[in-house]
């Protein structure tokens, strides 16, 4: 199975800051990744899909770049609600796998 | 409003066998594919089985294949997983989860969450 390496597995930040999280792919994935939030006790949220794609109701301060192996989500400017652990998956090629997490905290 | 909510979840005994269901509401569930993705308390996420919009697909991770199967029931608004022989590793909440698409492994929207603690 594809193997996906995030980094950094985790990094304190201010709001206001630019937060960018990168997911490394083990062999090609064209552009078959998704990224989510998700916040204690609470399941994940889809924030984006086909490496770029917004999802409905997402905020336009969330974005994703990046096809093949390497991929990136920018937070533009970290507001209080962002603080959360974020995972990208991949759906390229079956089966589905997760990353191991990136978790934003306050700086 | 789309809603997902888990249930059958608890607390249960090595090699004992659990069903838990998944009822759904907001959105045309029998044109959509869905999933059962599974999270060990403080762990990752881990994709456990999918199916598609008929039944006509499923599929499961290698870690659980001959001990779960999934179901759904398109008349009831409802997704099942049959688990049998639990482990302690089976130990996690999980979610159902709705794909974007008929098969598509894409988690657009998720339940809650189910918890499911195995003892010996």
């Known amino acids: 199975a594809i193997q996906l390496a995030q980094s950094p597995s985790s990094l304190s930040a201010s709001v206001g800051d630019r937060v960018t999280i990168t997911c490394r792919a083990s062999q090609g994935i064209a552009t078959g990744l998704a990224w989510y939030q998700q916040k204690p006790a609470k399941p994940p949220k889809l924030l984006i899909y086909?490496?770029?794609s917004l999802e409905d109701g997402v905020p336009s301060r969330f974005s994703g770049s990046g096809s093949g192996t390497d991929f990136t989500l920018t937070i533009s400017s970290l507001q209080p609600g962002d603080f959360a652990t974020y995972f990208c998956?991949?759906?390229?090629?079956?089966?589905?796998?997760f990353g191991g997490g990136t978790k934003v905290d306050i700086k | 409003e789309v809603q997902l909510v888990e249930s059958g979840g608890g607390l249960v005994q090595t090699g004992r066998s659990l069903r838990l269901s998944c009822a759904a509401s907001g959105f045309s569930f029998d044109r959509y594919g869905m999933h059962w993705v599974r999270q060990a308390p403080g762990k990752g996420l881990e994709w456990v089985a999918g199916?598609?919009?008929?039944?006509?697909?499923?599929g499961y991770a290698d870690s659980v294949m001959g001990r779960f199967i999934i179901s759904r029931d398109n008349a009831k608004n409802s997704l099942y997983l049959q688990i049998r022989s639990l482990t302690v590793e089976d130990t996690a909440f999980y979610y159902c989860?709705?794909?974007?698409?008929?098969?598509?492994?894409?988690?657009?929207?998720w339940g809650p969450g189910t918890l499911v603690t195995v003892f010996s």
């Open positions: 989860a709705k794909d974007i698409d008929y098969y598509r492994f894409v988690f657009q929207m």
């Open positions: 199916i598609s919009w008929n039944s006509g697909s499923m």
């Open positions: 086909d490496a770029s």
């Open positions: 998956q991949q759906f390229n090629k079956y089966p589905p796998v």
